[in-house]
């Protein structure tokens, strides 16, 4: 009983941590989204949309191809359960350390495609194209030089450490530009050139100067931190241990060719853009643009708690055992769990969903003026606040599955991936030449939906044989579906009738019809949907944990 008990503890300990990391993630992606966002308003006022198509579109496909493709499988193999015991801490060091010579591989091959391969664009409009690519694949490079500390602090979940450290980098990276793009304008891509180095610079420092004070310390100590010195920090072998945990190895190579089908799917219509060459950089930069700012709710909430509940599940539940094999508090546990996540990633969706259709305009108007809210422009909003519904709900169900899988289901699973990465690129391209730029976010929808179905799927097999069953219950209630249908009736109308060519007194009035539907709804989710407030309150408001310990 007493076993039971601690195990218990043990599991409801993780939650309140991985709890904790959602919300200080979930602050910190607000944090960088206003500051991107609040960038990219300047930056539009003096640089041309052609050369923000190359930096958003072409060279951040290079860096975040470059980075995932090195790092994502480590990432998740290294925090799985059976990873994480101290005995085993060495052969993951030395482990997550291939991270880099596979970096500086993606490097040279990447950048070859990048400067020989693909089209250069005008020098005229976009200066120092072959330079920039270079420092971008650097900087690439330069944040894997932070992998390991990175794991060790995500397992031991130092929230307040990422926080701050992604936070100095950015603020970091939007002064660079500002000044850059205020004092050297005609510096062209060397302005965002410098600005990323300073940012992956920044970040690999902060994560290094903490460890330095960190291991050693009085803290460290009590808490049992596996690692003792700075030396612990480096590849390196032991007496009676392989350097390489050869299964831990295998996981990871398996994931890594998941990763690289995920990237595609990921970034799919940005690759889309890039290789075929579907749009012009200026379309390209204006899609960006909008897509960043569609997807901003998506990435400051969603991801947060994908990637802190990952580490959740992959602690609570044991990878490859199935339902009757684990223990039964965990599992009821990570069911409970996992059917509130997706409760309210639903609900939070579907308010998008509905406000995001009415609003788009205006919202495109606002923040770009005509040179974002004509044309395409509101139409590729209003089609991403529906994606933004698919996008939560499959973050959540991925979640869970990429945590619960075993080794050989994740071999299975590549084939998935492989068959939905070859249908989003015929989809993308085929929509694309029917619909434009509408075509890459009907083809995510489709995707996006197919992936949804397989995860579910799999929850439901894994859960069958046990009493819990977290795909149930997920339904808003009526009287919330409700509400959110007259707010979509109403919010039609009132853009029709008081946006968006009229003055700014009745786009006010726009607003305010806005506001009172918003109100309307969330009051409906307080009254009815009490189970879903109580979860938000004891693990996502630290405030609420806090006064409850």
Same mark, same amino acid.
């Given at each position: 009983m007493n076993q039971r008990a601690e195990c218990r503890m043990n599991s409801e300990d993780v939650l309140k941590s991985a709890s904790t990391l959602a919300s200080y993630n979930v602050l910190l992606q607000v944090v960088f989204r206003l500051l991107t966002f609040l960038l990219n308003a300047f930056t539009l006022r003096f640089v041309s949309k052609e050369l923000i198509g190359v930096v958003n579109v072409r060279l951040t496909l290079l860096y975040s191809t470059l980075v995932f493709l090195s790092r994502e499988a480590f990432r998740r193999a290294c925090l799985s359960e059976g990873s994480l015991t101290p005995h085993r801490w060495r052969l993951v060091i030395n482990l997550l350390w291939l991270t880099l010579p596979l970096g500086l591989l993606w490097a040279v091959l990447l950048g070859g495609v990048w400067l020989w391969l693909l089209e250069a664009p005008d020098p005229a409009a976009v200066p120092f194209y072959g330079p920039a690519v270079v420092v971008f694949a650097v900087a690439g490079v330069q944040?894997?030089? &932070? +992998?390991? #500390?990175?794991?060790? =602090?995500?397992?031991?979940?130092? /929230?307040? %450490?990422?926080?701050? &450290? +992604?936070? #100095?980098?950015?603020? =970091?990276?939007?002064?660079?530009? /500002?000044? %850059?793009v205020v004092a050297a304008s005609d510096w062209g891509l060397y302005i965002f050139s410098a600005a990323h180095m300073v940012y992956t610079g920044v970040l690999v420092l902060s994560y290094l100067l903490y460890f330095l004070r960190f291991l050693g310390s009085a803290e460290a100590k009590k808490r049992n931190f596996p690692l003792r010195s700075a030396s612990d920090l480096l590849p390196h072998s032991t007496d009676g241990q392989p350097l390489v945990d050869w299964s831990l190895a295998r996981l990871t190579w398996s994931f890594f060719k998941q990763s690289f089908l995920k990237q595609i799917l990921t970034e799919g219509e940005r690759y889309v853009m890039t290789f075929l060459n579907v749009l012009s950089f200026g379309d390209q930069g204006v899609y960006d643009i909008v897509n960043n700012l569609g997807s901003m709710v998506a990435r400051f909430v969603f991801l947060p708690i994908e990637e802190s509940f990952y580490v959740f599940f992959a602690k609570v539940l044991e990878r490859g055992l199935d339902v009757n094999s684990q223990k039964k508090e965990d599992v009821g546990m990570a069911a409970q769990v996992l059917e509130s996540l997706l409760k309210l990633v639903l609900v939070i969706g579907l308010i998008i969903t509905v406000f995001g259709y009415s609003y788009s305009h205006l919202a495109l108007d606002v923040y770009g003026g005509s040179l974002l809210s004509t044309g395409a422009g509101p139409t590729l909003l209003r089609c991403y606040s529906c994606y933004v519904l698919l996008l939560a709900v499959n973050g959540v169900t991925e979640c869970f599955v990429f945590a619960a899988m075993s080794q050989r289901e994740v071999d299975s699973y590549n084939l998935v991936m492989l068959a939905l990465s070859v249908s989003f690129l015929f989809l993308s391209y085929l929509l694309t030449g029917w619909a434009g730029a509408v075509g890459f976010i009907l083809a995510n929808c489709i995707n996006m939906g197919l992936r949804i179905v397989h995860s579910l799927l799999f929850i439901h097999r894994y859960f069958q044989p046990s009493a819990w069953s977290p795909l149930r219950g997920l339904a808003p209630a009526p009287p919330l579906?409700?509400?959110?249908?007259?707010?979509?009736?109403?919010?039609?109308?009132?853009?029709?009738?008081?946006?968006?060519?009229?003055?700014?007194?009745?786009?006010?009035?726009?607003?305010?019809?806005?506001?009172?539907?918003?109100l309307g709804v969330l009051t409906t989710v307080l009254l009815t949907e009490t189970r879903l407030i109580?979860?938000?309150?004891?693990?996502?408001?630290?405030?609420?944990?806090?006064?409850?310990?």
């Open positions: 944040e894997l030089l &932070a +992998e390991p #500390l990175w794991v060790l =602090a995500q397992a031991h979940m130092f /929230v307040r %450490l990422k926080v701050v &450290a +992604e936070s #100095l980098a950015m603020i =970091a990276k939007c002064s660079v530009t /500002v000044v %850059l579906l409700l509400s959110l249908a007259l707010s979509a009736v109403a919010t039609a109308a009132s853009e029709s009738l008081f946006c968006c060519h009229s003055g700014w007194l009745w786009r006010l009035v726009h607003v305010g019809v806005g506001a009172l539907c918003l109580q979860f938000v309150r004891t693990h996502l408001l630290p405030r609420y944990r806090t006064k409850k310990t």
